[in-house]
């Protein structure tokens, strides 16, 4: 008797579908397409309910190198017997190999100017959480730490907030020698 995979209805986390079973139709050559587009920046624009969300966690658990060799691990066996794997060692080598900022922008969508920012805040120092490994780096200087983590802390100033994914990106790649992908989901 064949069981039915459940369909994702309201799922968008690459990694929720695949662990738990979930109807997955394969877009992972999306991958290979954008990596052979070589573009420094790549916009999507799909009408609503057309997998945005959901190809961007794609992309995030594909390029992401967590700082956590077993999470590393777990994210490149979400792909197994995918598409991407099948394309040759120049697309599979990207796999796990990336600092990735992965911002959502759904919150921001406030009727105030200052719920709007502060939602902004939030998202943005969630993130700077969620790299704070890199702050282990003799590669980043002191004062930088110290501006760090006032944005994790949430207690730096407006323009320290508004030039933050740029010191993000500047921090990861004095950290990890590499560039950072930026995923932003509207």
């Not at 709007?116 to 969620?130: S, T, V």
């Not at 200087?141 to 949430?154: F, G, T, V």
């Amino acid at each position: 008797m064949m069981m039915k995979k459940p369909l994702p209805i309201g799922v968008d986390n690459f990694e929720k579908i695949i662990k738990d079973g979930y109807c997955y139709i394969d877009k992972t050559m999306f991958i290979k397409e954008l990596l052979d587009l070589k573009g420094e920046v790549n916009l999507f624009t799909r009408p609503r309910r057309f997998g945005k969300t959901l190809n961007l966690s794609m992309f995030r658990y594909f390029f992401e190198a967590t700082g956590d060799a077993k999470k590393n691990v777990e994210n490149k066996s979400l792909f197994c017997g995918l598409k991407i794997m099948e394309q040759g060692k120049e697309y599979t080598e990207h796999m796990g190999n990336y600092p990735v900022i992965n911002l959502t922008l759904k919150s921001a969508k406030q009727p105030t100017f200052e719920s709007a920012y502060g939602k902004m805040r939030n998202a943005i120092a969630d993130e700077f959480q969620r790299h704070q490994y890199i702050l282990t780096s003799e590669k980043i200087s002191r004062e930088d730490k110290k501006l760090y983590e006032k944005i994790a802390d949430r207690k730096a100033e407006y323009d320290d907030y508004s030039g933050a994914l740029v010191f993000l990106c500047k921090c990861l790649y004095l950290a990890t020698d590499k560039k950072t992908v930026v995923l932003i989901d509207e």
